[in-house]
């Protein structure tokens, strides 16, 4: 996906979370023959669970994490290609890097490594580009040394089912950790260059992601976030996304589940059972990505529903999960968008239970069925477009949060900053609090009692 997913994201979007950099670092620097290594990553929580993995087993095989910046001996970027601001800033990251680090070994991996590993491969001081494919297995490639044949990047990518060798988490996990269940998608919606990117839909065996769930929750973790491209296509052996949330269930110390974001096609009624049962620990949150609230560009787009069929599930959803939050994706600018049509983006928003929208603005990728039209909406209209539906999504966000004043909730916090502990309820409002506790990975009872500008703050109860 996040802290709070960027609500001010501008780029295409994929099923999976909105971009947010994230880093892990180790408190202290490492010394003497340690060796340092610096990660970043660009693009999705999906990018984020599988960098928190590659640091893990760096940690694991005697580096020390450092700051992205800081001298580093190798340095790993994960990168997105989801729009082509995501391209450029993947090839910005690297060029930083090299500045400040010009003997250290540079690996560049992922989505864009797949894409455009050619223009990365004319950036001086890259001494590896591996995409989708191979990008879990960088260190092996690292250790081989220098390499005279830096691209590892395959064209086509295996549709297998897969597992993941994860190391033991280290003891600074994220608050609510990413699990990677599923990667790939089917759907070729027309704007989207993931399926190039990153392959078909395959699942992860349920074992092996059972086992990194236990292993996360040993190490402290009380929410785990389930992350994919296409994660409601979830099926292993006969298994799908329920039974993903049925088996994490059961673990011991687990006290939330979320699921990242998900296709409205793709989420059986199961699963609001489980999210309207109170003893179930999936948490009442959807992020469903709607792109479009006109049926015509929806039906250029490739989208699997019309805004009718879109609007009744999401009042159903409403209906049927008390106190849900649900969130979305609209992108804006899809070549052909009219005025008319924007507006039906935007009258869906405001009139229905959705409590904010990611925005995104359209942007051409090569290879899609999209980039071959040739009625582009003008950039300043996109802009405008962009501004309304964001002004349109924080109004939503207060109307949810106003909702909510007077009422007691969950909060599971994270972390203290300016004064105030930070976390989030079980339906994904951000609340801040005071208290000389510490609070820090802890679920407690709050009582939300007012909002200041758009923070909605409690009281503990
Ligand atoms: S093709 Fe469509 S469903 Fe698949 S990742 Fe892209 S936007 Fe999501």
């Not at 590892?152 to 996990?173: C, E, G, K, Q, W």
């Amino acid at each position: 996906m996040t802290t709070m997913p960027d609500l001010h994201a501008n780029s295409n979007s994929a099923c999976c979370d909105a971009p947010e950099a994230l880093q892990h670092t180790d408190t202290l620097r490492p010394s003497g023959s340690l060796r340092r290594a610096s990660l970043h990553t660009l693009g999705c929580r999906l990018n984020q669970s599988e960098t928190a993995i590659l640091t893990d087993k760096l940690r694991e095989d005697g580096y020390g994490i450092v700051p992205f910046g800081a001298p580093a001996d190798l340095c790993i970027i994960n990168t997105c290609t989801v729009t082509r601001e995501a391209d450029a800033k993947s090839r910005k990251m690297v060029r930083q890097f090299l500045r400040k680090n010009p003997s250290a070994y540079v690996a560049v991996i992922g989505c864009y490594a797949q894409m455009g590993a050619k223009t990365l491969a004319a950036i001086e001081g890259v001494d590896l580009i591996i995409g989708s494919q191979e990008k879990m297995n960088v260190l092996d490639y690292v250790k081989s040394g220098k390499n005279e044949h830096p691209l590892i990047v395959r064209d086509s990518i295996l549709r297998d089912d897969f597992t993941l060798v994860f190391p033991d988490h280290s003891s600074a996990i994220n608050h609510r950790p990413n699990l990677k269940i599923q990667d790939g998608c089917d759907f070729m919606c027309s704007f989207c260059v993931i399926p190039f990117a990153r392959g078909r839909a395959r699942s992860r065996e349920m074992q092996n992601l059972r086992e990194e769930a236990a292993n996360l929750v040993a190490k402290g973790a009380k929410e785990l976030v389930l992350t994919g491209v296409n994660v409601g296509c979830y099926a292993w052996q006969g298994k799908d996304i329920v039974d993903v949330v049925d088996t994490l269930q059961e673990l011991d110390g687990l006290a939330r589940i979320r699921i990242s974001s998900i296709e409205p096609t793709t989420i059986p009624k199961e699963l609001l059972t489980r999210m309207a049962d109170p003893a179930h620990k999936l948490a009442p949150y959807l992020h469903i990505p709607l792109q479009s609230g006109a049926d015509n560009t929806l039906e250029a787009m490739r989208r699997r529903y019309s805004r009718q069929d879109f609007l009744n599930f999401i009042h159903h959803v409403h209906d049927a999960v008390p106190g849900v939050g649900i969130g979305t994706d609209i992108m804006v600018g899809f070549p052909g968008e009219s005025e008319a049509d924007f507006e039906e983006s935007y009258q869906l928003l405001q009139e229905s239970p959705l409590f904010y929208a990611h925005v995104f603005k359209y942007s051409e990728r090569d290879g899609t069925a999209s980039a071959r039209r040739s009625d582009p909406v003008p950039p300043a209209q996109i802009n405008e477009r962009s501004a309304r539906l964001l002004r349109c999504s924080a109004m939503k966000t207060r109307m949810f949060q106003e909702h909510h004043l007077g009422k007691r909730m969950s909060v599971l916090f994270e972390r203290a900053q300016d004064g105030y502990w930070g976390g989030y309820t079980d339906n994904y409002l951000r609340v801040l609090t005071t208290s000389n506790e510490d609070l820090e990975n802890q679920i407690r009872s709050v009582r939300l009692t007012r909002l200041q500008g758009d923070l909605l703050y409690g009281e503990l109860a």
